[in-house]
């Protein structure tokens, strides 16, 4: 697992960075597996790796970490690495997802990637090397002929023993510590990210997360994108989905169908028709019921609004520039479909002006499509239909007040189906078909708007003045634009 590679290197713990909770379990009934423990874990191991998984790791708990090598003392080396192996799959297989980003971001900048972790490396060197690791920094038990003698052979890698391992480790392989990031969650691992130019407080425990504040340490969790916190282990866009109640919206009648066609695991392009302010919250109020969060797609201008735009950002949001044709924007949600999200955008854009809202022909533009295409995400539509009567375009807020007689929103999500991206342009409109086909009747007839109508669908709430008949047959052929 070694590299030719020169500069810097980064460096991953395990347990609560690599993966969201203890790896022990895994590797327990592997060493069960092959005889190595005798019976089925107790209830009080159960119960002392959960706890494990909430606060992280403690003195006792690592006083018993240490005493391992006495306890494997006598067990054939060939058998630990027999379960090593087998443990392989299912530990590479709970890696987080935006983990696996970072160690290839990791690699395709020529950075060494090493598995630092006080688990012995025998019983981790199968998952590394299937994950790519360049080395391992782990404790070593010691050995009489082939098996175990009951010492540790070194430093035991924890706290500052793990630092100076590492520092050791860099003086080696001509590693520069100052060009060099490191990933952990725990509080023991401070004079580890000390000595790194770029440590990496990740899924912190109390303690790390005030000393990670107190020195401005990037604070990042594997399971969510950039940008997004956790507090006590849940995303805003959690707690907020736990309160999307109707009892939350007196002022709004849902009337939801198809919430079983949300994909209850995995990736998802879901796209949307856009008539109000409210369109987010109506789809959120959808996917609250599925109990999946979502990464949005939204304009600038959203995620730039001083407090609206943090808390955007906070929410998993994608800020999409328009103006620029940056490709940032498809970037972020490629990697969002790739980590098994739900990404969410409106092809058409943005809401449309005036007769071109009343046209029952939506048109789109091909981002949703050219996602989905290039990550093999399904599509997953949803028609909206009442939203404006809630937050029409010409109203700063929305009108939530009305309990007695509430207008009624529809949010419909359809069968999810796959494009092939040969035809970005047929695909397109196989999307907006798809969408259109939720909606109720009335949104298939062609009308004309009374002016009160038009006027709901401009900002300044006015029609402008060279809007009439001809105006609303030229909306027609064309979709909506700000």
């Excluded at 530990?91 to 690699?107: C, D, G, N, S």
């Excluded at 209850?264 to 796209?271: D, E, K, Q, S």
């Excluded at 809202?357 to 997953?380: E, Q």
Aim: aromatic share 8%; hydrophobic share 45%.
């Amino acid at each position: 697992m070694t590299s030719e590679r020169s500069g810097g290197a980064a460096f991953f713990d395990l347990d609560r960075t690599l993966l969201l909770g203890a790896s022990g379990p895994i590797l327990g009934e592997q060493l069960r597996r092959v005889g190595l423990i005798r019976g089925d874990a107790s209830p009080v191991e159960g119960a002392a790796f959960r706890f494990f998984d909430l606060v992280g790791e403690t003195l006792p708990s690592m006083f018993l970490a240490r005493q391992g090598a006495r306890a494997a003392s006598g067990w054939p080396v060939d058998l630990v690495r027999e379960a090593a192996e087998h443990a392989a799959v299912p530990l590479a297989e709970r890696v987080l997802p935006y983990a696996e980003q970072m160690i290839a971001e990791h690699r395709a900048a020529g950075r060494r990637v090493v598995l630092a972790t006080t688990t012995p490396r025998d019983l981790l060197e199968p998952f590394a090397e299937l994950v790519g690791f360049d080395d391992m920094v782990a404790t070593v038990y010691g050995r009489r002929g082939d098996r175990y003698d009951g010492t540790i052979e070194g430093e035991f890698v924890w706290g500052k023993g793990k630092s100076r391992s590492v520092a050791a480790w860099a003086g080696r392989n001509g590693v520069d510590l100052d060009v060099s990031y490191a990933y952990s969650d725990s509080y023991y691992d401070v004079p580890l990210l000390s000595i790194v130019g770029h440590p990496r407080a990740v899924n912190p425990d109390p303690r790390m997360l005030v000393i990670a504040t107190l020195r401005r340490w990037p604070v990042v969790h594997f399971d969510l994108p950039a940008g997004v916190p956790k507090f006590a282990g849940v995303e805003p866009q959690q707690i907020l989905q736990f309160l999307a109640r109707p009892q939350a919206f007196p002022g709004v009648r849902f009337r939801l169908d198809g919430v079983e066609q949300i994909p209850r695991h995995g990736p998802g392009v879901l796209v949307a028709n856009h008539r109000s302010y409210f369109d987010v919250l109506a789809v959120g109020f959808l996917l609250a019921r599925r109990g999946r969060p979502v990464r949005f797609l939204g304009k600038k201008e959203v995620f730039d609004a001083p407090l609206i735009g943090d808390l955007a950002t906070a929410l998993g949001g994608i800020r999409v520039d328009r103006g620029t044709g940056s490709e940032e924007p498809l970037r972020l949600a490629r990697e969002a479909l790739a980590a098994g999200e739900l990404v969410a955008l409106m092809p058409q854009g943005t809401i449309p002006r005036g007769p071109a809202f009343f046209d029952p022909v939506l048109r789109g533009r091909w981002g949703a499509a050219k996602l989905a295409a290039a990550t093999g995400a399904p599509i997953v539509p949803v028609g909206l239909w009442g939203t404006e009567a809630v937050w029409p375009r010409s109203a700063k807020v929305p009108n939530l007040a009305n309990v007695w007689d509430p207008p009624h929103v529809q949010i419909r999500a359809g069968a999810p189906f796959h494009v092939d991206g040969v035809d970005l342009d047929a695909d397109t409109e196989r999307i907006m078909r798809s969408i259109t086909e939720l909606l109720p009747a009335e949104a298939h007839l062609p009308r004309i708007p009374t002016r009160e109508e038009l006027a709901s669908t401009y900002p300044d709430g006015r029609v402008p003045d060279d809007v009439g008949e001809a105006g609303q047959h030229e909306a027609r052929r064309r979709p909506g634009t700000d």
